[in-house]
């Protein structure tokens, strides 16, 4: 019996003293995140991910996600996708480490692989405006005016006086020859911003 509560003994101590370590290790972390914000926020990204490096875990979707935002706001676009897939990883049904592998890619100007990244994003979030315009602006640079529509539409739907929105789905509209759609988004743009020259420029065009 004896023996048995020196071993209780024992285990309370050792649980007690895993969990002080694993405390200081949460402190370390949350310290470090502090630091790199403050040095974001001065410009110094270099050392902001010094700062995340120094008690980086490669299990931790937090720590991989800032890294990717660091590594790709000093222009480290190889080192920000990997950090950011790394998320992607560890979370497969986040959207935001998509969203935020997107900034990489895009500044690569790797458009095909930005599109599946937003469809991906739309299997998990069918409506989520951010991936369905991007894909809207995406097609109808590519004049695929047709597909573009697919995704304006539904933006639009959703948020039917959103300014961006509404113009891209006009001019869209007018590139497809749907001059009486066109007009009305046109016009609902002068509503929300009166005597917008894209707007007014539209109209001048269909009349």
Do not use: H
């Not at 994003?121 to 069918?126: A, H, R, S, V, Y």
């Not at 869209?172 to 759609?181: A, S």
Request: hydrophobic letters at 40%; proline letters at 3%; glycine letters at 4%.
């Amino acid at each position: 019996m004896e023996s048995l509560i020196k071993y209780g003994k024992t285990l309370i101590i050792i649980v007690c003293f895993l969990f002080s370590v694993s405390l200081f290790a949460q402190e370390e972390i949350i310290d470090a995140f502090k630091d790199s914000y403050a040095l974001e926020k001065n410009g110094d990204y270099a050392d902001a991910v010094k700062k995340l490096k120094s008690v980086y875990k490669a299990d931790s979707y937090e720590l991989n996600l800032r890294m990717g935002w660091l590594y790709y706001l000093n222009g480290q676009l190889t080192e920000s996708s990997s950090f950011y897939n790394k998320a992607i990883a560890l979370k497969p049904y986040a959207i935001e480490p998509k969203f935020g592998l997107a900034y990489p890619i895009s500044v690569q100007e790797k458009w095909d692989k930005i599109i599946t990244l937003y469809n991906d994003i739309l299997e998990i979030d069918p409506q989520n405006t951010t991936a369905n315009y991007r894909l809207g602006l995406i097609y109808y640079n590519r004049k695929n005016y047709e597909k573009a529509s697919v995704y304006l539409e539904k933006v639009v739907n959703l948020y039917p006086f959103d300014y961006d929105s509404l113009i891209l789905f006009a001019w869209n509209n007018f590139m497809l020859q749907k001059t009486r759609e066109a007009r009305v988004l046109f016009n609902k743009v002068l509503m929300y911003n009166p005597g917008d020259q894209s707007a007014l420029d539209g109209l001048k065009l269909i009349k």
